[in-house]
């Protein structure tokens, strides 16, 4: 199963981006999926998932301004992020948990062993 993460770029605080997570085996129905974040020198953290019941959880430094979503028709996982900081600026991940470790939350990064390649997103202010 392959990951591939699109839609990082640069903005201005207070800006907006998409991030759109697609894979090759049409998994993401079935499986809780998250984004995760990392920052230079600092450790991957987990900031939203979706279940495969369609329910939600975020981490507080983004709940209210992120938004985690999935498209099954389209095999298509995203993640809206508005009103941006420039401490959002990080490599953006997207991660299948297929053994259900995560128990349908967020969960840590251990219980995900699907990981695609990451997107940048960079937010200057």
């Known amino acids: 199963v392959q990951l591939v993460e699109s839609g990082g770029g640069s903005v201005q605080t207070g800006g907006s981006l998409r991030l759109s997570c697609t894979d090759s085996?049409?998994?993401?129905?079935?499986?809780?999926m998250a984004w995760f974040r990392q920052a230079p020198g600092q450790e991957r953290e987990g900031i939203a998932a979706?279940?495969?019941?369609?329910?939600?959880s975020y981490a507080d430094s983004v709940r209210g301004r992120f938004t985690i979503s999935q498209d099954n028709a389209n095999d298509t996982l995203y993640l809206q992020m508005n009103s941006l900081k420039p401490e959002d600026t990080a490599m953006y991940y997207c991660?299948?948990?297929?053994?259900?470790?995560?128990?349908?939350?967020?969960?840590?990064?251990?219980?995900?062993?699907?990981w695609g390649q990451g997107t940048q997103v960079t937010v200057s202010s």
């Open positions: 979706i279940n495969d019941e369609g329910i939600t």
């Open positions: 085996e049409y998994i993401l129905s079935g499986y809780t």
């Open positions: 991660a299948a948990d297929s053994f259900g470790l995560s128990g349908g939350g967020l969960g840590s990064t251990g219980d995900y062993n699907l």
